[in-house]
C-alpha cells in the first residue's frame, strides 16, 4: 500500500507561482510512474504531467507546455510539480498519484495509489 500526501497549494494571483509537493510512503516509490493531475469545478479530473520512475521523459499536457515541470527526488520519495505563469484556468485541486506500471500514461483510471489533493486558486 502506498500513501500519497500532497502540499503546497494556495491562492495566487495571475501570473505567480507555486511548487506542490507530493510525499510518498513506502520504500518502493523510485519504482512508480507519478502523475499530476488536476480537476477544476464541475469537470472530469485531468491529466497535466507524468514522470517515469527513473526520471526520464516526462510527458506533460499541452496547456501547461512551458510553465509546470514535474520532478522527483527518489531519496526523499517526492514529486514536485513547479508551477510558473499561472493562470485563472489553472484553478482546481490537484492530485498526485503513482502507478505500479513502469509504463507512463495520461489515463486516471490506470493509476493505482492517489493522494486526497491540494487547492490551487489563481485570482485575475
Known amino acids: 500500500q502506498v500513501q500519497l500526501v500532497e502540499s503546497g497549494g494556495g491562492l495566487v494571483q495571475a501570473g505567480g507561482s507555486l511548487r506542490l509537493s507530493c510525499a510518498a510512503s513506502?520504500?518502493?516509490?523510485?519504482?512508480?510512474?507519478m502523475g499530476w493531475f488536476r480537476q477544476a469545478p464541475g469537470k472530469e479530473r485531468e491529466f497535466v504531467e507524468a514522470?517515469?520512475?527513473?526520471?526520464?521523459?516526462?510527458y506533460y499536457a499541452e496547456s501547461v507546455k512551458g510553465r509546470f515541470t514535474i520532478s522527483r527526488d527518489n531519496a526523499k520519495n517526492t514529486v514536485y510539480l513547479q508551477m510558473n505563469s499561472l493562470k485563472p484556468e489553472d484553478t482546481g485541486v490537484y492530485y498526485c498519484?503513482?502507478?505500479?506500471?513502469?509504463?507512463?500514461?495520461?489515463?486516471?483510471?490506470?493509476?493505482?495509489?492517489w493522494g486526497q489533493g491540494t487547492q490551487v486558486t489563481v485570482s485575475s
Open positions: 514522470i517515469p520512475a527513473n526520471g526520464g521523459t516526462i
Open positions: 513506502g520504500r518502493t516509490f523510485s519504482c512508480y510512474v
Open positions: 498519484a503513482a502507478r505500479t506500471s513502469a509504463v507512463v500514461t495520461s489515463t486516471p483510471d490506470s493509476y493505482n495509489y
